[in-house]
């Protein structure tokens, strides 16, 4: 298993450009996440899916659009990106227990996406 | 004031010493607690997690959390170069879709 990829692993943008950074999981997880890690700030989060088709915001959505058409894939959208979003770009998945307790502490992270924005 | 809060450091220490790692945290309704080892350039991988209070081991590693202070901990002991990474606390509501991080402490071990 490959478990959480991430594409592309690095880019950069000039102000006002658009870009989709694909996260994909072949783990069959329910719940992905999207989430930005900026130094001194820690990991924050930015949408998240609990689901194929749904999404909901998290921390810090403005900015950014996604979409999740397919289970296995959660698509982080910049549609007019800005200097401010320069940052590196984690993915997560997790997944629900049989029983039905969510095990949100699981999450497993992609490698990672550096984005700059000039 | 940040839900969570940890020193970002950061800590070196010689090979084979035992390092503490701690965090702190505001919400009283938080009841998972993790901790999240990062390697430089790679993605968070889960170290620990433990429910509640209460200490648990995994061979040097051992997480402790006191709910009545807000404050957990990770112990490393024998440590080595091989742990040298960025240390990130993580917590929960019990149920909850997202994960609260502490804002990760660099942790150098030296040879």
């Known amino acids: 298993n490959a478990g959480v990829t991430q594409t592309p692993k690095f880019r950069v943008l000039k102000t006002g450009q658009s870009m989709t950074l694909l996260c994909a999981q072949d783990?069959?997880?329910?719940?992905m996440y999207w989430y930005r890690q900026d130094p001194g700030m820690g990991l924050r989060l930015i949408h998240y899916s609990v689901g194929e088709g749904t999404t909901a915001k998290g921390e810090v959505p403005d900015g950014y659009n996604v979409s999740r058409l397919k289970k296995q894939n959660f698509l982080l959208g910049l549609e007019s990106a800005a200097p401010s979003q320069t940052s590196v770009y984690f993915c997560a998945s997790s997944y629900l227990r049989a029983s039905g307790r969510l095990s949100s502490y699981e999450q497993y992270f992609g490698p990672g996406t550096r984005l700059t924005v000039t | 004031q940040k839900e969570v809060e940890q020193d970002p450091g950061p800590l070196s220490v010689p090979e084979g010493a035992i390092v503490s790692l701690n965090c702190t945290y505001s919400n009283s309704a938080f009841q998972y607690f993790m901790w999240y080892r990062q390697y430089s350039r790679k993605g968070p991988e889960l170290l620990m997690y433990t429910y509640s209070s209460g200490n648990k081991e995994d061979g040097r590693f051992t997480a402790q959390v006191d709910k009545s202070s807000k404050y957990i901990s990770l112990f490393i002991r024998d440590s080595q170069p091989s742990d040298s990474a960025t240390y990130l606390c993580?917590?929960?509501?019990?149920?909850?879709?997202?994960?609260?991080f502490g804002t990760g402490t660099r942790l150098t071990v030296i040879p």
């Open positions: 993580a917590m929960s509501v019990a149920g909850a879709n997202n994960l609260f």
């Open positions: 783990m069959n997880h329910e719940y």
